[in-house]
């Protein structure tokens, strides 16, 4: 059965590709923040994450991360109030940055990585 364009912008998040561009251009951008290059900081914070996700989007087979034990896990959990969550903890990343205060930075990587594990809380 062909995944519906919601499963498929879900599970693209657990790609390698895609996780490995995030965090790698989160932090890129915190260094260029770190630095005050605003501009080169939102490009590379923004747009390959954007590009690499339309090419997952559109050619990516998705269905192994689906039936993985990591896609069971933010299906039942990643909702869009989570992955808004997750993006806003970019804030303090890059703001600690600008500011150049690693506890505030530290606080973003926190929020961020609390986001993704939500899902193993108890209750």
Known sequence: MAMEFAERVLYHQIHPLKLFTDVSTAFVAAALLWAHRFGEAIIVGFVPAIVVSAMLLRWADLEPY??????????????????????????????????????????????????????????
């Open 66 to 123: 689906r039936a993985s034990r990591f896609g069971h896990y933010v299906s039942r959990f990643m909702t869009r109030g989570v992955e808004a969550a997750r993006f806003a903890g970019l804030l303090p990343l890059w703001i600690g940055a600008w500011y150049r205060s690693p506890i505030v930075m530290v606080a973003g990587v926190v929020w961020i990585a609390g986001c993704w594990l939500w899902g193993l809380r108890r209750g």
